[in-house]
């Protein structure tokens, strides 16, 4: 095995075992992935995996992007609760970036210095809002782990 498939290995498995080291099921239906956007899973991790003849855990074939729940409870108002206030100014339809979401949301971002680790917090604060705010993440999407070998 290559130095490379190790370290891809190696990741695959560090995460699986952080999960399980919070006493989280990766294989429980009610274990989310959640990306921001659908690339990091179909065009890179997938692809990936496939070219190094490797297998992925099954839960890395659901997943939710962030940028779609945060449409769906925000600007379909799918579980709209009743408030007394009147209702925020919509959101934007696409939001081009998590700062966008935050902000409509009035949350702060995570100033910390590591550039990933402020990504997923952020994340994590945009995903329990949506809770807290009455939407639920039912639908996940999924990657096709049929790949096409090509025309003969």
């Keep these: 095995m290559e130095l490379m498939e190790c370290e891809f290995v190696n990741v695959i498995i560090k995460f699986d075992e952080f999960v399980r080291s919070l006493q989280v099921d990766p294989h429980s239906p009610l274990f989310r992935l959640v990306t921001d956007g ?10 990936e995996a496939c070219s190094k003849d490797l297998s992925l855990p099954t839960y890395y074939a659901r997943f939710h992007d962030i940028r779609k729940e945060y449409v769906r409870a925000y600007t ?6 009743a408030r007394a206030a009147a209702p925020p100014p919509p959101p934007p339809d696409h939001p081009g970036s998590l700062l966008d979401m935050l902000n409509y949301l009035g949350i702060s971002p995570y100033s910390g210095d590591n550039f990933y680790a402020a990504e997923v917090k952020d994340m994590a604060s945009i995903i329990q809002r949506i809770i807290t705010d009455g939407f639920r993440l039912e639908l ?7 790949l096409e070998t090509g025309i003969w």
């Design 76 to 81: 379909l108002r799918a579980v709209a609760g």
């Design 140 to 146: 996940p999407e999924t990657v096709d782990l049929v």
């Design 38 to 47: 659908q690339p990091p899973l179909r065009q890179c991790l997938h692809p």
